[in-house]
Nanobody, 119 residues
């Protein structure tokens, strides 16, 4: 059973930066796709950034130019560098990875890390 563990959340002022980490208990090469989601209070969970199966990156329009998704394969860790944080970036950030076996997907989620942007 693969486990994903996020870290790096916290309280930051508007305009500040945070780097979130998502550590996998197994090799991240096993994941066909990986992504960061967030859920703000009272809102639906939304996709923030992702790696496709071709290892290209995608970003939500609201974070383009401010957030960067990356990964360190040697450390089995995915990151989300968040710069220029805004109040509306507040939420619980979760990482996810999808493994495809014999055509059947299994999606793994971390427990989430809280990001609060406040002055």
């Amino acid at each position: 059973q693969v486990q994903l563990v996020e870290s790096g959340g916290g309280l930051v002022q508007p305009g500040g930066s945070l780097r979130l980490s998502c550590a996998s208990s197994g090799s991240i090469f096993a994941f066909n796709t990986m992504a960061w989601y967030r859920q703000a209070p009272g809102k639906q969970r939304e996709l923030v950034a992702s790696y496709t199966s071709e290892m290209t990156t995608n970003y939500a329009d609201s974070v383009k130019g401010r957030f960067t998704i990356s990964r360190d394969n040697a450390k089995n860790t995915m990151y989300l560098q968040m710069n220029g944080l805004k109040l509306e970036d507040t939420g619980v950030y979760s990482c996810t990875g999808r493994i495809l076996r014999l055509g059947f997907p299994t999606v793994y989620w971390g427990q989430g890390t809280q990001v609060t942007v406040s002055s």
